[in-house]
């Protein structure tokens, strides 16, 4: 096992470079690209990057290294927010970027095939003029590859689920250097261990993903955008709740309080009231985008909810979107020189209106100055909350607070993720939250897939 | 590991009788039906049948069954279709449908929790007041566990997923009597590995399932029922794929053949004509229905269907599916005497008219009668081979041909199982399909879990 930092030797590094097309970088401002994420955790930077530039360059990467004991951290966007990509022992940052190929568009079967290091958004575009589209969309500009290790979702996951949902097939390459095809390209499957699932959010943990089978889908006949503001942070999520208990087929809703609004404002010169504000989506035909946003202002009135406006302008929808999805930008660009973290809980419907008040009470009693923003439809929220990154000790501070909430927050029947991951920044979180059976188990199909451990060291696990 | 069949010896049955609260038998009568499921499998009887009443009784008859070598097979309603429940090397068959409690019913949260033994029919019963349903729905009126265990479907799996896609969290029970928990009762998880997904479809061979918690939904506003007949099998399965490619969001989509509808119309007394015919089901609202009805009406009518009509009428439309789940042992009352293999394939919707004209022809050039039907939306479908148990050869003919069939749909990228699973008939498929090195992941991953090999010796690998 490996206990401390992996230094790779120049001997290592030349063996490397027979073994990849790509290039294989030393310079500081290569390990340095490397070494951080979108979270505010300290940087620390790889021995060396190894650009890959197929499947079978990273099952000879990964070959080599473990017999040679070196960790390999898979590096594609760097955009998680729980330090995934961090080489915390140091060795390989394994850059997959350069393998960014649409290898196939199955448009009957609703069906993509995409080299690991396509962006989501590329994706979308070269999708569009076939009538469909892939819906997982974190903030970020992420790599279909991250988005699968570190099991992302996004403001459309109430409709289309999340990547745990859409990932069909894929193919991995395990530590020894083993190429797996697992999953299929079909709409169901029962065939044998789930793999696919098991692989999917795993961190890069158990194997370096190199290709995906997505499900997309038809681009809905009408999409249409609503905006409605409320007195306070409890009635907007209440109404958030009640909306999906009562069945209406929502393709998003999403909650922002104040303060998100009012940076969203500033970086995507919007005009929206600054209050408590959820944004929904409906997609449909005509009379059925109608019939929903007819369906959801009734709820929201009844909470409290004000300026009711909706729109099936393509251009006021884009707009609004484009915003929300800049939230995380927008609240650092708000405040210049600072950092952010961004906590992430999911609870059960019923208790997501306490569940917020709770973080937002710890937040305000904190030094730290916040924001709240969540995708309320799937019980899902998020607190931005701001450090000064001259004032390391800040984290441990904000990390003590945040602990206090997910505590409670597992304690009333939540997770200390519905999206983000582990990461380095919740392992004693995943322990009170699932048991030390249940992370018996996953150390031991860790055990068995990478015996060595050299695949992503210190994240999920300790 | 066990090769060969272990007679659980009276020492310790009787030690077994001191682990749990229900009965022990070794009855005649108690093998035999604990020996055979709905499969053609011949019946194998395990040494001794134990009732389990609770999670605690399960750990303590596998922390047993590990430490003296003994085979554990889980036992629900005995409804599978591969043979999952056969005790293949003997040992015991543990019975779980005592522990059939619904635990919890939080309607607000779009939840239940229930115990494994537990029916699905009887879930439903009891959450009708609540105004809320479990969708999953095989032909069989099976166990909750069971369903989990073998990563069950049904008609609605188009719309609504399956057990992969319903199952939030469970509790489980290792080989070695660990109790686990995993997953969470939140609409988004992203903490560690997905052990529930693994746990979900592994067919009791990794972990005793016991208690679950299950995503239900709101039953809709209004409900439609459709039936139209096609002048032959590839023009219905055309109109069905073409259908969901077109994004009109079906409840259900199912196809019977001419011999299907006359064996429906027999055992359910209905009258419907005796042609290829297809079935849909909307959900939503009034209007919704209508519109989605109309939508549907105009793609069959291009494909050469006739006599669309559809419903809203309440009864007709619980008739016409209660019909469609009896279809199963319509098939068998139909052809009294004989049994049947139900075949098990899903494809690319692009792929399912080819699909099911190779399977078709393959069946009618063979010397067994053959019907076809399938869950057409989702591109799985099952052809319905008669054998005559008299004739024991026969079985392994209809293997044959069903091998070749088999081969042929994992050609064109489909799998040898959409939703029955592998059990003891399709080992060799499994490896065809997905890789000998995924299997040996998955063997891997066995021996972690269960590395005495008590659980389900025998399914899904050697």
Known sequence: MITSRVDVTHVQIEHLKTLVTGPVQTSESALESHGHDESAWPSVSPSVVVYANS??????VLKYCSQEVIPVVPFGAGTSLEGHILPVFGGISLDVTNMNKLLEIKADDLMVRVQTGMHRMELNQRLSSYGIFFSVDPGADATLGGMASTGAAGTTTVRYGSMRDNVLALTAVLADGTIINVGRGTRKLSAGYDLTRLLVGSEGTLAVITELTLQVYGIPEKMAAAVVRFPNLA???EAASLIVRSGINIARGEFLDATCIRN?????????????????EFHGSASGVAEEAEAVREIVTEFGGSDFEWTTNEEERRKLWQARHNAHWAGIAANP??????????????????AVKIADEAWSASSFNHAILGHVADGNFHCFVLTDPKKPGELEEIRKVSHEITSKIIAMGGTCTGEHGIGVGKIDDLVEETGAEAVAVMRAIKAALDPVGILNPGKIFR
Chains 1, 2 share one sequence.
């Open 264 to 280: 969203v404002n500033l970086h995507d010169g919007l005009s929206l009231a600054e209050a408590p504000t959820l944004l929904f």
């Open 337 to 354: 020189g600072f950092r952010s973290i961004s906590t992430d809980a999911a609870v059960p419907l019923s208790k997501l209106a306490e």
């Open 235 to 237: 009635q907007g999520v």
């Open 55 to 60: 499947t079978e360059e990273v099952s000879a």
